[in-house]
């Protein structure tokens, strides 16, 4: 039989709990965001890229992203084998404490696909990458004709 304290007890413990996992996405930040710019600004897709930090006290893994830009965002890596550049999506990008992950063209990066409407120089980009667990961190991309 479980008795009355101990349920409250166990209630504060899963609050607690539900608070931390909460708290962890706001030390997930990308720094320099940017969104490259299209050709043709009607594109509807293009490429995303910044600097991933781990702020957290704990190790995070980013499953994947989403904006109200962008019908579809996913995490790509670009890579060379047998002097043929490969892209393929990237599923769990795991991030030590304190660790970053450089998003740059010809390497990891941020596909924006289907988007909503034509991009112009200097708008922001809104970006959630969601956590392993179900947090989500909060980000901007900066659309620019090149890396700032």
């Not at 490429?47 to 893994?61: L, S």
Request: glycine share 12%.
């Amino acid at each position: 039989m479980i008795t009355k304290p101990f349920v409250g007890v166990l209630l504060m413990v899963c609050a607690g709990a539900a608070s931390a996992a909460g708290a962890a996405p706001a030390c997930v930040t990308v720094q320099q965001g940017w969104a490259r710019l299209p050709p043709n600004p009607a594109m509807p897709m293009t490429a995303g890229y910044g600097v991933i930090h781990n702020g957290c006290a704990k190790a995070v893994a980013i499953t994947g992203a989403s904006s109200t830009t962008f019908g579809d965002v996913s995490l790509h890596e670009t890579t060379l084998v047998d002097g043929v550049s490969r892209m393929r999506a990237i599923e769990r990008l795991p991030l030590a404490p304190g660790a970053r992950a450089e998003l740059k063209p010809g390497g990891l990066h941020l596909m924006l696909m289907q988007g909503t409407g034509a991009l112009k120089e200097g708008q922001v980009v809104p970006l959630q990458l969601q956590l392993e667990g179900g947090g989500e961190a909060s980000a901007t991309l900066t659309v620019r004709k090149a890396a700032p």
